[in-house]
């Protein structure tokens, strides 16, 4: 049975690795060249340029690996984690949290979202799927694509237009669900925050709908020729008084590395 078949017929049926190597789709046998963006609005033209060196590698998908702090219950804990992420078809993202107290993952592969969480490895806390997990997944892989800006040129699908010099959006469709993503930029053409509308319950109200979500960029670095948000902050209301109360991880990006073979 294909790994798509697996998934598709119970997100447990399948390992984090098999899920890691399936979505570590091989790179574009091609690099970034300049005359990649003619036509493109120059706002979106100079995050391009900022965000990847000409000669990078044409990736789809990239592996990461991050620590910071996860607001659980009300209490923040610290966390390690790797992912490997692939924006147009999904990503894996498995971390402990306080030092093991909590392991497992949250993933979206093949049209379908999972959180798979143990205590201390053993006693399963955390085990959600169906239609509402996946479309809020889908978004979240959306949301994470500033670390694989190479999926993001036109040649992939992704309709970019600019409000004006720092202001951006993007629109694209992964597995028949169509997204919109907000970028804003700073001077010199870093991605400095995203939003865009998720599906969730974050205030547990037993009903899921279509809420404010994205992060701020507090640092930016290059790894391997594409430079991303480093560090920085992620929630719910961003920009709203909501976002004091929204705001459930802080991330540091350690390692990234270009998925190109």
């Known amino acids: ?7 598709r017929a119970n997100a447990s049926t399948i390992s984090v690795k098999e899920l890691e190597a399936d979505l570590s789709q091989p790179a574009t046998p091609d690099v970034f060249r ?39 219950a009300g209490r923040w804990l610290p966390f390690r984690a790797t992912e490997v992420l ?82 951006l959006t993007a629109r694209y469709t992964v597995d028949n669900t169509p997204l919109v993503v907000r970028y804003e930029l700073d001077e010199g053409a870093r991605m400095v925050s995203a939003q865009m509308e998720r599906w969730r319950d974050p205030n547990n109200t037993g009903t899921w709908a279509l809420h404010s979500f994205g992060f701020e960029a507090t640092a930016c670095a290059t790894f391997s020729g594409v430079s991303v948000p480093s560090q920085g902050k992620v929630g719910w209301f961003p920009g709203a008084d909501g976002w004091a109360n929204g705001e459930f991880f802080r991330f540091a990006v350690t390692k990234l590395r270009q998925v190109v073979a």
């Not at 049975?1 to 998934?7: C, D, G, K, P, V």
């Not at 979106?44 to 000409?54: D, H, K, L, N």
């Not at 949250?106 to 979202?113: S, W």
């Open 1 to 7: 049975m294909s790994t798509q078949a697996m998934r």
């Open 34 to 72: 300049e005359h990649e963006l003619n036509g493109l609005p120059p706002p979106v033209q100079r995050y391009f340029r900022t965000s990847m060196a000409p000669g990078t590698p044409l990736a789809l998908a990239a592996r990461l690996e991050m620590h910071g702090s996860i607001k659980i």
């Open 86 to 167: 692939a924006p147009h078809r999904g990503f894996v993202w498995s971390a402990s949290i306080a030092g093991g107290l909590f392991v497992g993952s949250d993933q979206y592969a093949a049209a379908l979202g999972a959180m798979l969480w143990k205590f201390l490895g053993l006693i399963p806390v955390v085990q959600a799927e169906g239609p509402d997990v996946s479309l809020s997944a889908v978004a979240r892989a959306a949301a994470e694509a500033v670390w694989v800006p190479t999926a993001l040129l036109p040649r992939y699908g992704v309709n970019w237009t600019a409000e004006n010099d720092t202001h």
